[in-house]
């Protein structure tokens, strides 16, 4: 008797043994399994994450195109109203005839443009400057000093220089500007601008 009952435990002790490793394997292929869940979705959310920050550089990058061509407006804003005001002032100041009647094409030229610029900007919702610069009230105030043939050639001078950036600014924009109606006013304008810069080398050149 003794000797079964000590078969009955050996029994029960591998019984429970076998149980024990029943229950690890178990385990351990759950938690494999939650493992391999885990890095599957930490790959996605990578992968995910990667996506959404190249959309966003994407993004960035179309704004600033966007950038680019506010900056024009904002250029040819300030340059306009400058070529206005100095014209104004040569129109009643000049003691050339040929200046004084450029001067006062100027005013009717820009002043055109600059409206159109201004009905641009307010369809883009852009805000362009309301004065000139202080580079240009720089030029002004010099002007202002100066008389009969000191103030002629100044003036020509300086619409010299003016136009041939202004000629090369737009015609720049009318080839790359990223809106197209930007691209399509300063392609619109760029003739008039290159008249200009015709006008006043021949005007400098008769000055030499």
Do not use: W
């Amino acid at each position: 008797m003794k000797a079964i009952f000590i078969y009955l435990g050996i029994a029960l002790l591998a019984i429970a043994g076998l149980s024990a490793c029943a229950k690890n394997t178990y385990s351990t292929n759950t938690n494999s399994s939650n493992n391999g869940f885990a890095n599957t979705t930490n790959i996605s959310n990578g992968n995910s994450m990667n996506s959404m920050s190249n959309s966003t550089a994407t993004t960035n990058m179309d704004k600033g195109s966007t950038s680019d061509d506010s900056d024009f407006m904002n250029e040819a804003a300030v340059g306009g109203m400058a070529e206005v005001d100095l014209g104004k002032l040569a129109a009643s100041k000049a003691s050339n005839a040929e200046v004084k009647k450029f001067g006062q094409l100027m005013v009717e030229d820009h002043t055109k443009a600059n409206n159109e610029l201004k009905a641009l900007a307010a369809k883009k919702a852009v805000k362009l400057p309301t004065e000139t610069d202080a580079e240009h009230k720089s030029t002004m105030d010099d002007l202002k000093g100066r008389n009969g043939a000191d103030f002629d050639k100044e003036y020509v001078e300086n619409m010299y220089e003016d136009h041939k950036q202004d000629v090369a600014a737009f015609e720049d924009e009318a080839q790359n500007a990223s809106d197209p109606d930007v691209r399509a006013f300063a392609s619109k304008t760029l003739p008039t601008l290159k008249k200009h810069l015709d006008m006043i080398t021949a005007i400098r050149n008769k000055m030499q």
